[in-house]
T-cell receptor, first 116, second 111 residues
Framework: GAVVSQHPSWVICKSGTSVKIECRSL??????MFWYRQFPKQSLMLMAT?????????EQGVEKDKFLINHASLTLSTLTVTSAHPEDSSFYIC????????????FGPGTRLTVT | GENVEQHPSTLSVQEGDSAVIKCTYS??????FPWYKQELGKRPQLIID?????GEKKDQRIAVTLNKTAKHFSLHITETQPEDSAVYFC??????????FGKGTMLLVSP
């Protein structure tokens, strides 16, 4: 149980374009989903927290107009990187919290974004 | 906000030895402490967690200890195997709030 999927697993895009990443909880309802960014050999940096049906809460320094987060249902959250630049290239990982066991977070497999 | 320090950043052991990774946290109100294992290019996987009402928790070769007074917790892996090689992250949170992660420890187990 507690499986989180992410799509796509990797994507290459050109500067100036937008990319959408999907995060799904497959076998549980996730009232809260989290989006992280991870650079090589570094820790996970929380970008934002999204609760189903409400606006995301962004961490300090994260541009909400650049990283659009939508959590329209209890099983789906999306992250859209708008007007991507090479410095946005990174590993993006989502996680979801199981409503029935709220402390634990289950992570998706991540999306490798490369902006050329 | 919460701050989590993790040591060491790299740990090399021989197969069969024990490995210990230590973390300290700053917010005395934190009450949930998970440990994640992340292999290269893969997702972090929860390997064990502990809540503040417990001092120690064990799962086969893995154990976690918590000292609330000193605000530190440790991961212990016994009888290490090459497949234990990965990056390990500790984290802390207050209940349903966000997790704060340590910087990670790269564990290398040599056969």
């Amino acid at each position: 149980g507690a499986v989180v999927s992410q799509h796509p697993s990797w994507v290459i895009c050109k500067s100036g374009t937008s990319v959408k990443i999907e995060c799904r909880s497959l076998d549980f309802q996730a009232t809260t989903m989290f989006w992280y960014r991870q650079f090589p050999k570094q820790s996970l940096m929380l970008m934002a927290t999204s609760n189903e049906g409400s606006k995301a809460t962004y961490e300090q320094g994260v541009e909400k107009d650049k990283f659009l987060i939508n959590h329209a249902s209890l099983t789906l959250s999306t992250l859209t990187v708008t007007s991507a630049h090479p410095e946005d290239s990174s590993f993006y990982i989502c996680s979801a919290r199981d409503r029935a066991n709220s402390y634990e977070q289950y992570f998706g497999p991540g999306t490798r974004l490369t902006v050329t | 906000g919460e701050n989590v320090e993790q040591h060491p950043s790299t740990l090399s052991v021989q197969e069969g030895d024990s490995a210990v990774i230590k973390c300290t946290y700053s917010d005395s109100a934190s009450n949930y402490f998970p440990w994640y294992k992340q292999e290269l290019g893969k997702r972090p996987q929860l390997i064990i967690d502990i809540r503040s009402n417990v001092g120690e928790k064990k799962d086969q070769r893995i154990a976690v200890t918590l000292n609330k007074t000193a605000k530190h917790f440790s991961l212990h892996i016994t009888e290490t195997q090459p497949e234990d090689s990965a990056v390990y992250f500790c984290a802390a949170s207050l209940g349903y709030s966000t997790l704060t992660f340590g910087k990670g420890t790269m564990l290398l187990v040599s056969p």
